[in-house]
């Protein structure tokens, strides 16, 4: 259902918004807030 693509997409996305963070030299979090 939407709830496991959710997740899947979630688990994908982190170490991307992690990866993007560290490249632009900001928080994760600042990153991560939108998203949700």
Aim: hydrophobic fraction near 70%; charged fraction near 10%.
């Amino acid at each position: 259902g939407i709830a496991l693509f959710f997740e899947v997409g979630l688990i994908l996305l982190v170490p991307i918004l992690f990866a993007i963070a560290r490249e632009a030299k900001i928080s994760p979090m600042f990153m991560c807030v939108p998203m949700l």
